[in-house]
């Protein structure tokens, strides 16, 4: 039997890759969730991860348990039949934004946001110049329900030897819609919406970015980051675009907090173009927000029909549910200072 066997097989059934990393079974659950269990907390400064780094307020760290390795061996070639594997090859990092223990990103300054949003860039490009790289993915996860174990605000990146499936449908369906229009998906979304009138599904606009809740949501509280700009990856944004990003991530975190009054989960995903040797001038980089309630106490599960068959049912009536996005977008808006405007 292997030891800590560490490869991506292929699912000939649905096409994709699966990452086995059999270190990773180990990896504690630690919530520290109570001040006074910050000691314990590897981000905080003073841990033997953060100790030697001197004054920071925003750095990147290697993942302790990585499901990707730079030095990954390359599997026992051939495997059985139709099987297929390849060397779990990547990186896998995590982004702490802040020294403090607890927050959200609307708890960072505009200042502060905005270098949190810069080295976001700054590891996209870094890690989409290796050449066995061929997506980076940066995301968020919040909140113990949906399993976070680490309170700490922070942002976690995976650059891989492969693009992630969900991106593959996306820029299928940018090109073909390119192909047959002549015309950019996304950029036609961005007009239909904002030249809409009555009903509005974007709940909050400033100088470069709208935030929408997608007539195609796929969980209840599902919001959406658009550029105005077409473009295809963060680092095409200009400085002035980066920090209107700054401004909406941080309003999108506040409006989710602000919806019922307390700390709420989520995941954010941010899709940019892959980094292999294609072209994607098709593609419109946005950022999604998916939050697991669908109700104040109501949390939406990801069971059967999602999980076994891919169908997602919207539990609730969207117009109802951009209302409450809508007032909790106002409401915190009196207290957050902000660039844009909430919309009516
Ligand atoms: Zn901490
Ligand atoms: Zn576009
Ligand atoms: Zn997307």
Known sequence: MR??????????????????AGHRGA???????????????????????????????VIVLPNKYPALKPSAYEPPKPVEDIYASMA???????????????????????????KVVKKYRDEYMRLSKIDFIKYVAIFRNKGKEIGVSLVHPHSQIYALPFIPPRIIVELDNFRRFYRERNECLLCHIIDLERERRGDNRIIYENRDFILVHPYYAM????????????????????EGELRSLADILRMTTAIYNGLFDR????????????CDDDEYKYYHFHVEFYQPYRDRDKLKYRAGIETGFWVFTFDGNPEEKR??????????????????????
């Open 27 to 57: 990896r504690p659950w630690r919530p520290t969730e109570k001040p006074s269990e910050a000691k314990t907390c590897p981000f905080c400064p003073g841990s033997p991860e953060t100790r030697d780094l001197g004054e920071w307020d």
């Open 263 to 274: 700390d709420m989960p989520y995941i954010m995903a941010m899709h940019n173009s892959p």
């Open 219 to 238: 969980w209840p509280y599902e919001l959406h980051i658009y550029p105005k700009r077409h473009v295809e990856a963060i680092d095409g944004l200009t």
């Open 88 to 114: 779990a090859r990547g990186y896998c990092e995590v982004l702490v934004e802040t020294p403090k223990h607890t927050g959200d990103l609307h708890d960072l300054s505009m200042e502060h946001m905005l």
């Open 3 to 20: 030891k800590n066997i560490h490869e991506i097989r292929w699912n000939p059934l649905i096409g994709t890759w699966i990452i086995v």
């Open 323 to 344: 209302k409450e996005l809508r007032s909790s977008c106002f409401k915190v808006s009196d207290k957050l200072d902000h660039m844009g405007e909430c919309v009516e």
